[in-house]
């Protein structure tokens, strides 16, 4: 019996597509426990295709496992079509995916208001990938959302879409001055939609705890990252779900005490998209270099992404909230061909140094990183299989990085490719 959960150790992109894919062969069973189609997992298989997914957990790639977008997801249902039909088109066997009864369904209103919230909010925007995440997980929390379950009767369905809009339309209407949407309009779409996935609607949590008492191993597929955490994260510019470790548990519906590991993504460096505070930042000559050597570019969204140095403190905090007990190490390789590798040590918060996550958020806005400097490596790195195989001074960097945050660094990724990660412990 074992749950693995796999979480972003930083603001999302670190890797978490490539990870699943290389634990697939191992694993009888994948969920997706939050977000929805904001998230972007890219896979490149050993062939060299390439894949991205958003809703779908990327256990999909793996023939024989078992996909599930777990309660705790928001499902857009023209988003998991297309992405259903896209894996199809490649071939891609789709029969093993499952949805949560009780995932909460994103309606073309959540979307509407995702993007007129944000055009309203102007220079203090969150920066949100407008996929309509937020307003949805408003619903659910404020009880007026719409669950999958609820396609399976057409007379509830359209009474709660009713009701909603309602609401909604006033907003649109009234406040940012939008055309309203048309209740039977709304429920006709979705419930056309609904068709496609409703053989897929079951009751995942029972479901998954069946698996683990039967011995099969369940991997937790995060999406996002600690830092966008709503709980954790640097709030407000987070996302509105729990990525971190405990919302595993909540977003799947199996007990914590089945969680056997607790595997954080890290970037060998680090990646922001959208607004907020980013330490490490740069906006010089290495920011570029980052951006360009590391194809910095949004999966969903196609936004660049912001670069900046490795922040251990960052790491360090990710360790304890979740619990890590491993760290998968990406893009190593982006790092090589530098004479010097900087890394976040600690901040400077109003000319004091301070070597945890300030407690407030306007410490963490002021906060100013301290480096040190670790001798960089020339050589490419891109073909290593083992540790030995490294250059001493990415070694270095390497068990540097695992002494600052904290848990054992396990994986190294040198490339996209599944056969480009160094296994310094099996994680199953
Ligand atoms: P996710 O959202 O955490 O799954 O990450 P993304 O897919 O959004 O972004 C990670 C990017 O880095 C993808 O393009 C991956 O193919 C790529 N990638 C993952 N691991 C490595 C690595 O070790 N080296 C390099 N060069 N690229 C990697
Ligand atoms: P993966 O799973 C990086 C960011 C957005 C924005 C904030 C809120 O690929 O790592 P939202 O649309 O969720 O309300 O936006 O969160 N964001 C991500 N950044 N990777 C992601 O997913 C993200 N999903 C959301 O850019 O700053
Ligand atoms: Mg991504």
Same mark, same amino acid.
């Given at each position: 019996m074992a749950a693995i959960v796999l979480i972003g150790a930083q603001w999302g992109d670190e890797g978490k597509g490539k990870a699943t894919d290389l634990l697939g062969e191992k694993l009888q069973w994948v969920v997706r426990y939050q977000g929805g189609n904001n998230a972007g997992h890219t896979v490149v298989l050993p062939n060299g295709e390439t894949f991205a997914l958003h809703l779908i957990p990327s256990g999909i790639l793996t023939p024989g496992v078992n996909n599930v977008i777990g309660n705790g997801v928001v499902v857009d249902p023209g988003v998991l079509l297309t992405e259903l039909s896209g894996l199809e088109d490649r071939d891609v066997d789709t029969t093993g995916l499952m949805i949560s009864a009780? +995932? !909460?369904?994103?309606?073309?209103? #959540?979307? +509407?208001i995702d993007k007129v919230t944000e055009r309203f909010l102007g220079n203090k925007k969150i920066g949100t990938? %407008?996929? %309509?995440?937020?307003?949805?997980?408003?619903d659910k929390i404020a009880r007026v959302g719409v669950r999958a379950a609820d396609v399976l009767d057409e007379k509830i369905f359209a009474q709660k879409v009713e009701a909603a809009l309602e609401l909604k339309n006033q907003i649109l209407v009234k406040i940012y001055n939008r055309r309203a949407l048309e209740p039977a309009?709304?429920?006709?779409?979705?419930? $056309?939609? +609904?068709?496609? &996935?409703? #053989?897929?609607? +079951?009751?995942?949590?029972?479901l998954l705890n069946e698996a683990l008492e039967r011995g099969e191993t369940v991997l937790l597929e995060g999406s996002q990252g600690t830092l966008l955490d709503v709980d954790h994260g640097t709030y407000p510019y987070v996302t509105s779900s729990n990525p971190t470790a405990g919302g595993a548990a909540v977003g799947s519906g199996i007990g914590p005490n089945k969680i056997t590991t607790v595997l954080g993504i890290l970037k060998a460096y680090t990646t922001r998209v959208g607004s907020g505070p980013f330490p490490t930042e740069l906006f010089d000559e290495w920011g570029e270099y980052l951006a360009k050597t590391g194809g910095e570019v949004g999966? $969903? $969204?196609g936004r660049a992404r912001r670069c900046g140095w490795f922040d251990a403190v960052i790491a360090r905090y990710a360790t304890r909230i979740n619990g890590i007990t491993d760290y998968f190490l990406t893009k190593l390789d982006v790092l090589s061909s530098l004479d010097r590798v900087p890394i976040c040590v600690a901040y400077e918060v109003d000319g004091e140094r301070v070597d945890e996550m300030p407690m407030t958020q306007t410490g &963490? !806005? !002021?906060a100013k990183?301290?480096?040190?400097?670790?001798? %960089?490596?020339?050589e490419d790195i891109s073909q290593c299989k083992t540790f030995d195989d490294l250059p001493k001074t990415a070694q270095d960097y390497v068990?540097?990085?695992e002494e600052l945050s904290g848990a054992h660094i396990s994986c190294i990724g040198v490339g996209p490719g599944r056969d480009q990660t160094i296994v310094r412990r099996a994680i199953i």
């Open positions: 009780d +995932a !909460h369904l994103l309606m073309p209103y #959540h979307v +509407a990938t %407008g996929r %309509g995440i937020g307003p949805c997980y408003q309009q709304v429920v006709d779409e979705v419930l $056309t939609q +609904a068709e496609g &996935f409703k #053989h897929r609607i +079951a009751n995942t949590q029972l999966v $969903t $969204t &963490f !806005h !002021h990183p301290v480096y040190e400097y670790m001798p %960089g490596w020339w068990l540097r990085l």
